[in-house]
């Protein structure tokens, strides 16, 4: 089961939109679970954005969990990883690879040459929730596992998986059913 955790107001239809479009690509229950506080202590030194890791260590909820559930937090909050090589730059969500746990944001969908929310929400939630079944990047343009920050990615904004990424995606789901 997919859990979806809200972090702040979103309008009900874009949840609805989200749960539908990430259970149709995944084949499996996708259910809005509640909500959860921001955690202060995820905030960034600048007090502008949220350290995307920190708040999934920090997080508390009441969400209760199966070994095989997998719990996606949803944001407006503008999130940040590390700094790396070239900066500190904004990140659109962050999963624990292989992990029970991501953290996805809608900031900045809706403006010039991005997604509108619903659609991008889903799409954005659709990639990550494929990271935690430990799916990697994939190089055509119409899989929700595109990389996010090349042009495909809003080009096509249907939340589909290539057949490769589904079937992996339907064997680990097999293995992690208890």
Known sequence: MIRLVTLGEFPE???????????????????IEGEAELPDGALSDDQTTYDAVKLLDEIEDETQLFADDKVVYLTTAPLATAEGPMGKGPVTGYPQFGGGKAVVTSHGLGGKGELALDAGLAKRTAHHVGHLWELHHCFDARCSMHPEWAPGFTQYPEVVLCLYDRDKSERKIKVGQS
């Not at 149709?24 to 259910?31: Q, T």
């Open 13 to 31: 239809e874009v949840l609805d939109h989200v749960a539908r479009r990430v259970n149709a690509a995944y084949g499996i229950g996708c259910e």
